[in-house]
T-cell receptor, first 113, second 115 residues
Framework: AQSVTQLDSQVPVFEEAPVELRCNYS??????LFWYVQYPNQGLQLLLK??????LVKGINGFEAEFNKSQTSFHLRKPSVHISDTAEYFC???????????FGTGTRLLVSP | GAVVSQHPSWVICKSGTSVKIECRSL??????MFWYRQFPKQSLMLMAT?????????EQGVEKDKFLINHASLTLSTLTVTSAHPEDSSFYIC???????????FGPGTRLTVL
C-alpha cells in the first residue's frame, strides 16, 4: 500500500526567505508524485507533478520539487517566499497517474513580513 | 484551469436526517469524479470513485448504503449522506478528471456538521 508522510504540520518563515516542505512516500511500484496547494475557502490546486523524466520538476508560482528515488522523497522548495504563499500544501502519490491519489496530512506554510 | 464547484459550501443538519452535496464541473465534462473526506489535521481520504452512468466504486471501509453517490450527467455528481450522525461531521471534497492527462480538479469542499 502506498503512503505519504509530511513530517512538518506547520512551517513558519519570513517573507523572501527560502523554504523547503518535506514529503516522503512509500510505494512498491512505479510512482507518480504531486504537490497541491489549498488557499482558504478554495479547492486544491496542482502546483507540480512528477510523472517521468527529469527528477527536478518546476511548477507554478516559482515552486520546484526533486524526486529522489533512493530516499523516497519529493521535497518542495521555493527560493524566496511571498506573503501570498501562505496556504496548506499537500503531497500526494499515485501508481495510476492522476487516479487514486493518496495524500499526506498537509503542511501549513505561514509567511510573515 | 478547469473549475469544479460544490454546493452547499457548509451545512448543518440534525441527527437522523439526510444531506445531499452537489459537485459540478463548470466548464468541462467529467466522466469520472472522486469524493474525499477530510478530518481536521488529517489527509484527504478517498471515499469513492464516481463514473457517469454507472455505479460508484467505494473504498474499503466506506459504507455505500450510507454514502450514496449518483453521477447522472457528465457535469454533476451528488453525494448523499443518509441518516447522518455526529460522527459523519467532516469536510467533504470532490474532484473531477479533465484534460489530456486526466488531471484531477478539486472543488472547494463542503463542511458538514451533524448535531
Amino acid at each position: 500500500a502506498q503512503s505519504v508522510t509530511q513530517l512538518d504540520s506547520q512551517v513558519p518563515v519570513f517573507e523572501e526567505a527560502p523554504v523547503e516542505l518535506r514529503c516522503n512516500y512509500s510505494s512498491s511500484v512505479s510512482v507518480y508524485l504531486f504537490w497541491y496547494v489549498q488557499y482558504p475557502n478554495q479547492g486544491l490546486q496542482l502546483l507540480l507533478k512528477y510523472l517521468s523524466g527529469s527528477t527536478l520538476v518546476k511548477g507554478i508560482n516559482g515552486f520546484e520539487a526533486e524526486f529522489n528515488k533512493s530516499q523516497t522523497s519529493f521535497h518542495l522548495r521555493k527560493p524566496s517566499v511571498h506573503i501570498s504563499d501562505t496556504a496548506e500544501y499537500f503531497c500526494a502519490v499515485s501508481d495510476r497517474g492522476f487516479q487514486k491519489l493518496v495524500f499526506g496530512t498537509g503542511t501549513r506554510l505561514l509567511v510573515s513580513p | 484551469g478547469a473549475v469544479v464547484s460544490q454546493h452547499p459550501s457548509w451545512v448543518i443538519c440534525k441527527s437522523g436526517t439526510s444531506v445531499k452535496i452537489e459537485c459540478r464541473s463548470l466548464d468541462f465534462q467529467a466522466t469520472t469524479m472522486f469524493w474525499y473526506r477530510q478530518f481536521p489535521k488529517q489527509s484527504l481520504m478517498l471515499m469513492a470513485t464516481s463514473n457517469e452512468g454507472s455505479k460508484a466504486t467505494y473504498e474499503q471501509g466506506v459504507e455505500k448504503d450510507k454514502f450514496l453517490i449518483n453521477h447522472a450527467s457528465l457535469t454533476l455528481s451528488t453525494l448523499t449522506v443518509t441518516s447522518a450522525h455526529p460522527e459523519d461531521s467532516s469536510f467533504y471534497i470532490c474532484s473531477a478528471l479533465a484534460g489530456r492527462l486526466g488531471e484531477q480538479f478539486f472543488g472547494p469542499g463542503t463542511r458538514l456538521t451533524v448535531l
